[in-house]
């Protein structure tokens, strides 16, 4: 049969076909195998070639060695200057617009609720005088001073900073500054005053921007125009006019040095407040002049021995970190265009001085008596009135000249117990607690992480309102399991799933009530473990004082033009305070939170004759301690702790905070009504004190009688009213004297 088949021609055809297909693909993979063996060859003699050269720059030895550690020195350098612009990326966009260097053209005269001058902020306050206009010495004395190579170095001087890194490595303290004049600088321009690496970095990349945009001449007027002198001055100008009482036009070798010297920390070697101290700057400001080779000794021999002496001023310091929380705020106020253009304004504030005053010096004196025995350095107080949101005053921190950093306002610190308000009300919305319901304090646990109490105990059965009194952190936690478990999801009722949307709705309270920064959903939320500020802790808490509206604080209670027109006023071009939550359950919220000072962990906050609620608040690890508390009349956050957060020494809120607190509220509510707190009966009136009742307090320090609200809005509209009346009659003369001209 097969071969019967082979005799077919169509099969003849066929196998003809194959066999040419197959010699096809047997020459195809010939020429594959050809190609591939021409460019094996070809490699191995390019290879061969190459490693004969590479061959003749063979090293070993010592030379090897060097080659190595440039090539890894070069590999980690790029890699590190990509990392270090990407940090400095963000910095950047502070100079993307064209008119960077006038971002603060605003004039701005800051008056207290009482319409008494508090200070200035602005550009026009320090650069009246140009530079070529200031004597010789004053520039040398600086540049001798603070940045001896600014005329020589690109930016960053590498010599003074090595030098300052040995100097202090061999102190192991801080003893000298490595900052040029220009990255000081861009410090002041576009950076904050936090201690971080990437601050640094920011630092650095933007003194060679403004190298790179700016003459050396127009960094120094710059420097000179803009940096903190101490005593509420900016600039080498204003300093001059408070210290001395004249320009920096005319002031003397030992008025400059004097003022050189103020630089580095303004509030230490302020002369109206350490003339001894001021005195001795001053000398070594001299001797650096002499070193720097502007002068001889003999030409400062004068200025030594006849030293400058300051005009007699006031040692009350400024409220500057209330002022620079005000100026942001009516510089933003400026941005949305509710100002108009006039960019010379005075603004009524709502500080009240005396307060502010005692609050400063009561917070340095507790951390000068305890800051030691507890290790805390730094303190933050805001004190606001609950009824609209107007802060009566901020403490930012301890020094504003070595510091302007506000504690207040920009630093972000874990708050602790004092976050559980904001959990035990998110309870009581959902209608399954009252202040008198059981609770458990036991174990509980979520996932892998089981939360302890402060005493490594459990109290077993408590009322709600005995678990807020004593911080009870069990309870906390498993208050936010319940609050998930009363909003069911269909298939996640486990404890994990009910415990997660327990925290969204807890961080939803938190959110209605004026809390703004970031709150990660983790498991310890309950318990504080998410960074606030002291600022905003005091708004949301005002919610509970004013018996369930929010409010924002503010510090612009009034702003006028350059004319004398009243182009902003609080509560007319902002919202009234908005009721966010019903009054009864505010009012539950209150009679638990007066617990914690009656009888709880805040006892020491207690005032005598005025109902007070509020919460402590202490960080794992003592990092940080807070006191936060309200009556019908103010609302005060206090916050202590570290500005490297390191930990203090067992310092709770109950503590010094609370007892801070204390001193400043008795303060506060000396001879003013008393308003009740929500849930509370009106207080009946009584009559003014006298002078000799209030004298006859023995040890507690008095407060100045001051107006009442009602006082300050009746003066308001009287001034008003003259001020329409002083416009009226300018316009009339005006149009008398156009009718005049021929």
């Known amino acids: 049969m097969f071969e019967e088949l082979k005799s077919w021609p169509l099969y003849r055809v066929a196998a003809r076909l194959c066999t040419k297909v197959w010699h096809q693909l047997l020459a195809f993979h010939s020429l594959i195998d050809s190609a591939y063996f021409d460019a094996d060859q070809k490699t191995r003699g390019y290879y061969a070639t190459l490693a004969a050269w590479m061959d003749r720059l063979h090293i070993s030895g010592w030379r090897r060695l060097a080659v190595e550690l440039v090539c890894e020195a070069s590999t980690l350098g790029v890699a590190g200057g990509m990392l270090a612009l990407f940090m400095a990326t963000p910095a950047f966009q502070d100079t993307a617009s064209s008119n960077w260097l006038k971002q603060e053209d605003l004039a701005v005269t800051f008056l207290d609720r009482y319409g008494q001058e508090i200070g200035r902020r602005g550009i026009k306050h320090d650069d009246s005088v140009p530079i070529d206009q200031m004597p010789k010495y004053m520039i040398q004395a600086v540049i001798?001073?603070?940045?001896?190579?600014?005329?020589?170095?690109?930016?960053?001087?590498?010599?003074?900073?090595?030098?300052?890194?040995?100097?202090?490595?061999?102190?192991?303290?801080?003893?000298?500054?490595?900052?040029?004049?220009?990255?000081?600088?861009a410090k002041n321009l576009f950076l904050s005053n936090e201690r971080t690496l990437a601050r640094k970095i920011k630092e650095a990349y933007l003194a060679l921007w403004l190298e790179g945009h700016l003459t050396k001449r127009q960094i120094l007027q710059l420097y000179l125009d803009r940096m903190y002198m101490g005593g509420g001055t900016f600039g080498v100008q204003a300093a001059a006019e408070f210290y001395f009482g004249k320009s920096v036009r005319n002031v003397t070798l030992a008025e400059a040095a004097m003022l050189a010297g103020l630089f580095k920390a303004p509030t230490k070697y302020a002369p109206h407040v350490n003339l001894p101290a001021a005195r001795a700057r001053a000398a070594d400001v001299l001797q650096n002049m002499v070193e720097a080779g502007y002068l001889t000794e003999g030409q400062i021999y004068g200025a030594l021995h006849n030293p400058a002496t300051p005009v007699a001023r006031s040692r009350a310091a400024t409220p500057d970190w209330y002022l620079d929380w005000a100026y942001d705020e009516v510089r933003k106020l400026a941005e949305a265009h509710k100002l108009g253009n006039d960019r010379v304004l005075t603004v009524r504030t709502a500080l009240d001085p005396n307060l502010q005053r005692f609050a400063?010096?009561?917070?340095?004196?507790?951390?000068?008596?305890?800051?030691?025995?507890?290790?805390?350095?730094?303190?933050?107080?805001?004190?606001?009135?609950?009824?609209?949101?107007?802060?009566?005053?901020?403490?930012?921190?301890?020094?504003?000249?070595?510091?302007?950093?506000?504690?207040?306002?920009?630093?972000?610190?874990?708050?602790?117990s004092s976050f559980k308000p904001f959990v035990y009300l998110t309870a009581l919305l959902t209608g399954k607690f009252k202040p008198s319901t059981i609770v458990v304090d036991g174990p509980v646990c979520i996932g892998n992480w089981c939360p302890h109490n402060y005493e490594n105990s459990f109290r077993g059965r408590v009322p709600l309102v005995a678990a807020l009194a004593h911080s009870i952190n069990s309870v906390a936690v498993k208050l936010s399991i319940d609050i998930g478990q009363a909003y069911p999801v269909k298939g996640h009722n486990n404890t994990y799933e009910a415990a997660k949307r327990g925290r969204a709705r807890i961080i939803q309270t938190a959110r209605k009530m004026g809390i703004t920064t970031p709150l990660p959903?983790?498991?310890?939320?309950?318990?504080?473990?998410?960074?606030?500020?002291?600022?905003?802790?005091?708004?949301?808490?005002?919610?509970?004082?004013?018996?369930?509206?929010?409010?924002?604080?503010?510090?612009?209670?009034?702003?006028?033009?350059?004319?004398?027109?009243?182009?902003?006023?609080?509560?007319?071009?902002?919202?009234?305070?908005?009721?966010?939550?019903?009054?009864?359950?505010?009012?539950?919220?209150?009679?638990?939170?007066?617990?914690?000072?009656?009888?709880?962990?805040?006892?020491?906050?207690?005032?005598?004759?005025?109902?007070?609620?509020?919460k402590t608040g202490t960080t794992n690890g003592y990092k940080d301690a807070w006191f936060i508390g309200y009556s019908g009349n103010y609302v005060g956050a206090i916050w202590f702790g570290n500005d490297d957060d390191t930990p203090t020494n067992r310092m709770t809120g109950g503590s010094l905070p609370a007892r801070t607190w204390h001193e400043i509220m008795a303060y506060a509510h000396q001879g003013i009504d008393l308003k009740p707190l929500p849930g509370d009966p009106p207080r009946p009136a009584k009559p003014a004190p006298t002078p000799a009742a209030a004298v006859a307090q023995p040890g507690v320090p008095q407060r100045p009688p001051s107006l009442s609200s009602a006082s300050v809005a009746v003066l308001g509209t009287i001034a008003?009213?003259?001020?329409?009346?002083?416009?009226?009659?300018?316009?009339?003369?005006?149009?008398?004297?156009?009718?005049?001209?021929?």
């Open 144 to 185: 001798a001073t603070e940045d001896r190579r600014f005329f020589q170095h690109f930016g960053i001087d590498i010599l003074g900073t090595l030098r300052a890194l040995t100097v202090n490595a061999k102190a192991d303290t801080v003893v000298q500054g490595g900052s040029s004049i220009t990255q000081q600088l």
């Open 360 to 416: 400063d010096t009561t917070i340095e004196d507790q951390l000068r008596q305890y800051g030691h025995s507890y290790h805390v350095d730094q303190s933050a107080m805001v004190i606001l009135d609950p009824a609209n949101g107007g802060v009566r005053a901020i403490v930012g921190g301890r020094d504003y000249g070595t510091s302007q950093f506000n504690r207040a306002v920009d630093a972000l610190r874990q708050p602790g």
């Open 521 to 614: 959903d983790t498991v310890s939320l309950p318990i504080g473990a998410d960074a606030v500020n002291v600022m905003e802790m005091a708004g949301a808490y005002a919610t509970f004082a004013n018996g369930g509206k929010r409010v924002n604080p503010f510090a612009a209670v009034e702003i006028t033009n350059s004319h004398g027109q009243v182009i902003y006023r609080h509560d007319r071009d902002t919202p009234p305070p908005k009721r966010i939550f019903n009054a009864d359950v505010i009012d539950e919220m209150v009679s638990m939170m007066k617990q914690v000072v009656l009888a709880g962990t805040g006892r020491n906050a207690k005032l005598d004759n005025t109902d007070v609620a509020g």
């Open 720 to 742: 008003e009213t003259a001020k329409a009346a002083e416009l009226k009659k300018a316009s009339s003369t005006a149009l008398t004297h156009f009718t005049d001209v021929p």
